[in-house]
């Protein structure tokens, strides 16, 4: 993942609530299995360095299933429906990893794309609080006459963490 996104999602993380963190880890997954999709076909093109791109983005994939999995609430009928779907996802990513094939890649992309749209519209209706509260305040805008977004941050970093 690019520094651009990984700085995106910090930002992101850091002003979401708890249905924005869901949305979140879906796009997180999404742009994983595109990640290793691309570096699955440089390695077709020759390109070695593809292996080791490929079975980061799968991980990075995995990993940020596991996270979803550790969010459900398995005492409700959703939530195990829910683990049963992201199991089988899981599996895909493995089949995807031993064969190096794009398929199951993008059949979690267009599973996780269903989900991220769902939550989108729960994360429309939930006016929850963020969940990290001492983080600094940024504002993003337009600077004068060079056309491009930049982002300002506010706040005290000394006071940031626990304090003794």
């Not at 963190?21 to 360095?49: H, K, P, R, S, W």
């Not at 599996?91 to 890649?105: F, K, T, V, Y």
Request: hydrophobic share 40%.
């Amino acid at each position: 993942m690019s520094p651009e996104k990984k700085q995106d999602y910090t930002l992101r993380i850091t002003q979401a609530n708890k249905t924005a963190l869901i949305t979140i880890l879906y796009d997180m997954v999404i742009d994983y299995c595109e990640e290793a999709i691309t570096a699955n076909g440089a390695l077709e093109q020759g390109d070695e360095t593809g292996a080791e791109h490929f079975e980061r983005a799968i991980a990075a994939a995995d990993a940020c299933i596991d996270e979803l999995i550790g969010s459900l609430h398995l005492e409700h009928e959703l939530g195990r429906n829910l683990l049963g779907l992201y199991l089988f996802e899981k599996r895909q990513l493995l089949h995807a990893r031993i064969h190096g094939s794009d398929a199951e890649l993008s059949h979690a992309i267009h599973i996780f794309s269903a989900f991220r749209d769902a939550y989108r519209q729960l994360e429309m209706q939930d006016d929850s609080a963020p969940l990290m509260m001492n983080v600094p305040k940024v504002y993003a805008g337009m600077t004068y006459g060079r056309g491009e977004l930049t982002e300002d941050v506010t706040g005290a970093y000394a006071n940031r963490g626990f304090t003794a």
